[in-house]
């Protein structure tokens, strides 16, 4: 069983209950070579803190202990107290082009021997192959996958994703694994990519694979154990990494470290606070292999450690970029990410804690930042006005920095208000919706970050509905706009804001549909802002001080209800649970029927029976792909239950 705990981007903090104890995730499983285990696993588990490790079943098969493994299983076989995984030897199909083994049998030594999670003989898809022979390899590879869950027993199996670079391929072998009965779901054949640095490629691989894998399943990255690619595997939905790469590399006399690899005999002072390079001279450490596997373990268990937390912070967008800075393949593969910002933006959340930091050039590209642009485009309409008066970027919140200014513009000329800023145009009565407001950018900014935010700019311009654009310049930009769009507006700043928020986060009608009525406002005594918003006396909105988001009330969720058809906004729940949640307990994934596609974990929600009657209002923890995989855990917390509706409308 796998449960998550905490989420960022596609990244998960799970926990994967086995036989052998229970293994949190994101994790590296040590690759245990059985003819020269460096470590031994028992260490592994005490002293690296290691729940998991991955051993060859091809291997150990072909061994003359064979039969001992079988007699003391391999648990007791290697000393390990925790969950052992085994792989088939698809990967030694790769390195000597065939084995002598089949599915069947390979998949009889794993359970005779006891492992608790045993791999399936995959088909092993290299990158060159051609569309037709990754199709053949797939297939098989299903065949295989099909043949295994029959053989399996009691052992959990873990079923790989092949086809090569074809993302077609890969999606439909994704889609096809992870719907048998397997445990884990594992992204093969991408070592030689990760050996030849093709980062960009393990990108496409990993996506593709993604979006055709059950959320709901662990996925493990086979031979991924550079710490240098975690973060951005990690980011991906990557819960699983095992590698040799710790004892490979020791055996070369090279170190790992989180930004890369260095040879040994290079390094002077490793800068490194492990117990290997505290208690050793380095000339020591560079001489023997040992201490060289066991640094390298401790820098892969830190390089995961440091995932765990940034996950935890919400800051994971903010590791992998850091860390590409460490290889310009690396930097190549953050710039792919921005090509499959759709798919990506499904699962990012409607705001995360604290602000939000400028890496680079890439940061603006973050699929939080495209949807905040694509929303302007589909769900925001600007107020009439004769022309778009323009504000640097500059400091935040926008509308306190440039009121003073704001206000003698407007008392001169009939313009509406933006900031061009580095993430794009932001009409000042958005400026306080997460990122926003919460955003730390560098007084001096790089040419690509600037000329992007013209870009993002002029896009949204040109169909905004202005007539012309005018870029404050100082006092001297008055008597320009006085001649170009002489008047004066009258701004009621508090109902542009409700009224702009309303649509964007809601979609477009919804400030219609929220609003219609005599509209009062709550402002809070310590900020000044608004919290609260009445609309013929009923509360139907609060708005959130930390993100500028709105909190949907009972009232607020009744209206959306009436003008917004289904699926919008809704989730839809089975029968059953519907009493449950006018009570206020929560939507558990379970019972999700379906939900729109448009729901982001964090956004408001109506929850509906099959019947489309309002029940609940809730917070979505998940997306609807992820409601509808998950059997376990909470797919939104109710905030407030709905009794049924009178038979006679109320008003
Ligand atoms: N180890 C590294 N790559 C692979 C792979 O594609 N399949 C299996 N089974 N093991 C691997
Ligand atoms: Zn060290």
């Not at 051993?55 to 925790?82: C, E, M, W």
């Not at 830190?302 to 850091?322: K, N, P, S, T, Y």
Request: hydrophobic residues 45%.
């Amino acid at each position: 069983m796998f449960e998550i705990r905490e989420r960022d981007g596609l990244a998960r903090i799970g926990v994967l209950e086995t036989a052998h104890g229970r293994v949190a995730t994101p994790t590296l499983a040590p690759v245990v070579n059985p003819n020269r285990p460096i470590v031994p696993p028992g260490d592994l588990a005490t002293r690296f803190g290691a729940q998991i490790l991955i051993t060859n079943a091809y291997i150990l098969g072909k061994s003359p202990g064979r039969d001992a493994i079988v007699r003391l299983g391999i648990h007791q076989f290697l000393g390990f107290p925790g969950a052992v995984m085994t792989d088939s030897g698809a990967f030694q199909s790769h390195v000597y082009g065939d084995v002598d083994v089949t599915n069947a049998e390979v998949m009889a030594f794993q359970k005779a021997i006891h492992a608790d999670f045993g791999t399936m003989l995959d088909v092993f898809s290299e990158p060159g192959h051609d569309h037709n022979r990754a199709a053949k390899d797939v297939d098989e590879t299903l065949r295989r996958a099909q043949e295994a869950v029959s053989l399996r027993g009691e052992m959990a199996l873990v079923g790989a994703v092949q086809g090569g670079l074809h993302a077609d391929l890969r999606e439909r072998c994704a889609r096809s694994v992870s719907s048998l009965d397997v445990a884990v779901c594992a992204i093969g054949g991408v070592v030689p990519l990760l050996e030849a640095y093709r980062f960009r490629d393990l990108v496409r691989v990993i996506i593709a694979s993604k979006k055709g894998l059950d959320p709901a399943k662990p996925v493990h990255l086979f031979g991924a154990g550079h710490p240098l690619v975690f973060p951005l595997a990690a980011l991906l939905g990557c819960d699983l990494f095992d590698s040799a790469s710790y004892a490979k590399y020791a055996r070369d006399g090279r170190m790992l470290f989180p930004d890369g690899t260095r040879r040994a005999s290079d390094v002077r002072e490793s800068g490194c606070l492990c117990p290997v390079c505290m208690a050793h001279p380095m000339e020591k450490i560079a001489a023997e292999e040992i201490l060289l596997a066991e640094h390298n373990l401790h820098a892969c268990f830190g390089a995961i450690r440091e995932v765990r937390q940034a996950i935890v912070e919400g800051d994971l967008w903010g590791l992998a970029e850091r860390r590409a800075r460490a290889h310009p393949a690396l930097l190549d593969a953050v710039r792919e990410l921005r090509r499959h910002n759709e798919f990506l933006e499904e699962f990012e959340p409607v705001s995360r804690h604290g602000a939000l930091h400028y890496v680079g050039p890439e940061t603006a590209h973050r699929p939080i930042l495209h949807r905040f642009r694509r929303r302007l485009a589909e769900r925001y309409s600007a107020p009439p006005a004769k022309g778009l008066l323009v504000f640097p970027e500059g400091g935040r919140p926008f509308s306190e920095r440039i009121a003073h200014v704001v206000d003698q513009a407007l008392q001169v000329a009939d313009v509406h208000i933006a900031v061009k800023s580095v993430w794009g145009p932001v009409p000042l009565e958005l400026d306080h919706v997460w990122p926003m407001c919460q955003t730390i950018v560098p007084e001096a900014l790089d040419l690509e970050a600037l000329e992007a935010a013209e870009v993002f700019f002029r896009e949204w311009a040109a169909g905004a509905g202005f007539s012309f654009g005018l870029l404050w310049e100082g006092e001297t930009t008055l008597d320009e706009l006085r001649t170009r769009a002489p008047g004066a507006r009258t701004v009621d700043w508090s109902a542009l804001r409700i009224r702009a928020t309303a649509d964007f986060q809601f979609g477009r009608g919804a400030a219609d549909a929220l609003l219609t009525g005599t509209v009062s406002y709550v402002i809070s005594k310590n900020t000044g802002k608004i919290r609260n918003v009445h609309v013929n006396g009923e509360h139907v909105l609060s708005l959130r001080a930390e993100d500028g988001w709105f909190t949907l009330k009972a009232a607020g969720a009744r209206r959306l209800s009436n003008a917004f058809p289904a699926p919008q906004l809704r989730i839809v729940v089975e029968d059953d649970a519907v009493p449950f949640h006018r009570e206020g307990k929560n939507v558990f994934a379970k019972f999700v029927r379906d939900a729109d596609p448009e729901i982001r974990p964090g956004d408001e929600a109506l929850v509906v029976s099959p019947d489309d009657e309002l029940c609940a209002v809730a917070q979505a923890t998940m997306n609807r792909r992820e409601m509808l995989a998950f059997k376990r855990g909470v797919a939104a917390h109710v905030r407030e239950g709905v009794p049924p509706a009178p038979s006679a409308p109320r008003r």
